[in-house]
């Protein structure tokens, strides 16, 4: 759980992996990738059956941009409505402008990573704030 400075702003991200991009081959034809999420980095890997799976790449995303987007007042803001744009820097591997934007009642950024310590690769992600309830927080 994320408490991103609000005083009833408690939430969740949700990361969905939408898609991989010109992914490097790790079997003999292709690949079977997932993606194991840690507090500001990703790692993307190859499933194998019979032997450890390869490592396809890292990413880090700066997520403050992303929080201090949920903090400002979205209350009244119309839908589609871009809160901020993030670029392209040394504290993320975003490969693009991002926009986070306000729709339908919820913050959330699409964004595609380049992957490094990899010959070749981007994933695209949809980060979503998720609120909970303050009664679930002890």
């Known amino acids: 759980m994320v408490n991103p400075g609000m005083s009833n702003a408690i939430g969740a991200i949700r990361i ?12 003999s034809k292709t690949s079977d990738p997932y993606i194991i999420v840690a507090l500001g980095e990703q790692f993307v890997y190859d499933y194998d059956t019979f032997s450890p799976d390869d490592v396809m790449g890292e990413a880090e995303i700066d997520l403050r941009p992303f929080l201090n987007a949920v903090k400002s007042n979205v209350e009244g803001i119309p839908n589609g409505t871009i809160i901020t744009q993030v670029t392209p820097n040394r504290l993320n591997s ?18 595609f990573l380049r992957l ?18 303050t009664s679930r927080v002890a």
Request: hydrophobic share 40%.
């Open 116 to 133: 490094h310590n990899v010959e070749c690769g981007e994933v695209e992600l949809e980060l979503k704030w998720i609120d909970l309830p």
């Open 94 to 111: 975003i490969s693009e402008d991002s926009s986070i934007v306000f729709n339908d009642g919820e913050v959330t950024q699409n964004m």
């Open 16 to 27: 969905r992996m939408k898609r991989g991009i010109n992914l490097a081959v790790r079997d």
